[in-house]
């Protein structure tokens, strides 16, 4: 069974840094994973997403990497901002055969950027 | 600017209750997931639909919830009756019809259920 892990649970930093939130999962047999955005009672926006072919995708000041082989996958956040404060979630999505369909998510990292 | 629609925001219910979900999901989305958040389980998909036909239900306790699309434009969730370990924030999401797929997965603002 697909286990997703997120380290740190919660992270603060000052306004201005850059700052990597680190995402593990056990079973490397992924057909893409996804860095979502979930702001305090919204639902949660896909920021980037990206194939197990892929090593990364850029999308503005954010960047997100996948090392298949070791199950990890980082979000790289350039320059934050205090509208970059929200919880961070991944997930992945199975390669084949029965579960394919589903996501299964990691419990996420609570950023709070402080100006 | 295509959303995900999910109603009510939050509902506030005594135990015993029924309680409907309702989701809208983005025009031509044919695949629709009901998943549900809680701070020590985080998000667990309960249900998903293809083509309005359920796929897996398997998340859900069978002898109280209930998942449906009436129509293509409509997904429903209830609970019947409701318990307090029922209180959650369910989200409804919705995708193309191609699984696997590369294509991002669209979430609701979701449901905030509290049961009393």
């Known amino acids: 069974k697909q286990e997703v892990t997120q380290i740190p649970a919660a992270l603060s930093v000052p306004e201005g840094e850059n700052l990597v939130l680190n995402c593990s999962f056990t079973d490397s047999a992924i057909y893409n994973l996804q860095w979502f955005r979930q702001d305090p009672g919204k639902g949660l926006t896909s920021l980037l997403l990206i194939q197990s072919s892929q090593r990364e995708q850029t999308s503005g000041r954010l960047n997100a990497s996948l090392d298949k082989s070791s199950g990890r996958s980082t979000l790289y956040i350039a320059a934050s901002q205090p509208g970059d404060s929200a919880t961070y979630l991944c997930a992945v999505r199975r390669n084949s055969g029965a579960g394919s369909y589903q996501l299964t998510f990691g419990k996420g990292t609570k950023l709070s950027v402080i100006p | 600017d295509a959303r995900v629609t999910q109603t009510p925001r939050h509902k506030v219910t005594e135990m015993g209750q029924e309680v409907t979900m309702r989701c809208q999901p983005i025009l031509g989305h044919n695949t629709v997931f009901w998943y549900r958040q809680t701070m020590m389980q985080g998000l667990e998909l309960l249900a998903y639909?293809?083509?309005?036909?359920?796929?897996?239900d398997s998340g859900m306790p069978k002898d109280r919830f209930s998942a449906e699309m009436p129509d293509a434009t409509l997904a429903t969730l209830k609970i019947q009756p409701s318990e307090p370990r029922d209180s959650a924030v369910y989200f409804c999401a919705s995708g193309p019809g191609q699984i696997p797929t590369n294509e991002k997965l669209f979430f609701g603002s979701g449901t905030q259920l509290s049961v009393l």
């Open positions: 639909f293809r083509n309005r036909a359920p796929l897996d």
